[in-house]
């Protein structure tokens, strides 16, 4: 496919570059809003809340089979932080995702699931299960506290 | 590269700071854009990749262990971002390719000479468009704005550094032979209108490339 391409000496490359990013800032600009979120996000910062890290996703092990089944079966999801272990289970409903799962070492603690419409309680029985049913499909974290404690997951897309 | 002290970026960003924070935004944003569609997402997906990059920094503010490379960490987490998203598919309906064409945002001074400008750009957009994956891949990334660096590029598309200045000779050459057999002129090809840089937001202000 290049056999036939002319020799270019290269500043003729660089100006045609410079050219193509004229053209995509026209073509193809960062919308504004892109910009605005992107500011607010460290709004959403909380200094003293430790982070659970996901150590584990189902989507990162069976890439090609996810690629397969599609969108619509179940994820588990694993996440750690110092004392806390939190396991997720994703069940597509729709638009919206069916979760179940077990927090480990944060008995008592309260619970909650934020997701970029708002907030749902979230109440584990004795064992730590618990399950959420309607959340809008996309960004969520599940944020846990009591009176001394505050851990969140890292966000995941759902 | 440019003169944006990183780390003082970081460290006042995880105290707060507001406007180190805007800084920061400001410089790496045009280049997870161009990363997000080099990977071909639509606009709702390229958005939600660039936001989750930015809220992963924001997890992990303090962290960063080598705030020079920032950029590089930043691309690699949004290149993650948009395989996810390809993985996902489509959430909703498929999301059709909208560029947002704001003529409104044109002031009244020289609607037709922006007119032609955008027209002379739709055409060459066009057949940069239909490049082959590879090239359209490097090249969009490349065009962020400020310029990345070539280890950003590499981190954000997953490609060997050593490869990326010789593909991005050999791909333009392509594009030029393919522009002038679309029946775009030479001068076309290598002249960047004056007014446009001095009319653009994004080449003006305070993101130059001061190299």
């Not at chain 1, 800032?25 to 607010?40: C, E, K, T, Y």
């Not at chain 1, 289970?89 to 909650?112: K, M, N, T, Y």
């Amino acid at each position: 496919m290049t056999g036939r391409d002319e020799a270019l000496t290269d500043p003729v490359v660089d100006a045609l570059l410079a050219r193509l990013g004229e053209a995509a800032r026209s073509q193809d600009p960062v919308p504004a809003a892109v910009l605005a979120n992107a500011a607010a996000a460290l709004e959403l910062r909380d200094l003293d809340t430790a982070l659970a890290a996901l150590v584990a996703d189902s989507d990162d092990v069976d890439e090609a089979l996810a690629l397969v089944r599609g969108p619509q079966s179940t994820r588990l999801l694993t996440f750690e932080a110092p004392a806390v272990v939190v396991e997720l289970q994703v069940v597509p409903a729709g638009s919206a995702r069916q979760l179940e799962g077990h927090v480990d070492g944060a008995d008592g603690w309260e619970l909650s699931l934020e997701h970029a419409g708002g907030v749902l309680p979230v109440t584990p029985d004795e064992h730590g299960r618990f399950r959420v049913d309607a959340v809008p499909a996309g960004r969520m974290r599940l944020a846990m506290r009591d009176g001394e404690h505050a851990v969140t997951t890292t966000w995941v897309t759902v | 590269m440019d003169d944006l002290d990183l780390e003082w970026c970081l460290v006042r960003s995880a105290e707060g700071d507001q406007l180190a924070w805007g800084r920061l935004i400001t410089r790496f944003t045009p280049l997870l854009w161009a990363v997000a569609r080099a990977h071909r997402l639509s606009d709702a997906d390229a958005s939600d990749a660039v936001q989750g990059t930015w809220l992963r920094l924001v997890e992990n503010l303090g962290r960063i262990r080598e705030p020079d490379r920032v950029g590089a960490w930043l691309a690699t987490t949004c290149r993650r971002e948009c395989l996810a998203a390809l993985r996902r598919g489509s959430r909703e309906q498929p999301v059709e390719q909208d560029r947002v064409v704001d003529l409104t945002g044109a002031d009244h001074r020289s609607v037709d000479a922006d007119l032609l400008r955008r027209e002379r750009d739709a055409r060459l957009w066009a057949v940069f468009e239909g490049l082959s994956d590879p090239c359209r891949r490097l090249l969009r990334a490349l065009l962020a704005d400020p310029a990345p660096s070539y280890e950003e590029v590499s981190a954000g598309l997953g490609m060997p550094i050593g490869s990326i200045g010789p593909t991005r000779g050999r791909c333009l050459r392509h594009l030029h032979t393919l522009a002038v057999e679309a029946g775009i002129s030479r001068d076309d090809l290598t002249s960047v209108s004056p007014t446009e840089l001095r009319s653009s937001p994004a080449a003006g202000s305070t993101r130059g490339r001061t190299s």
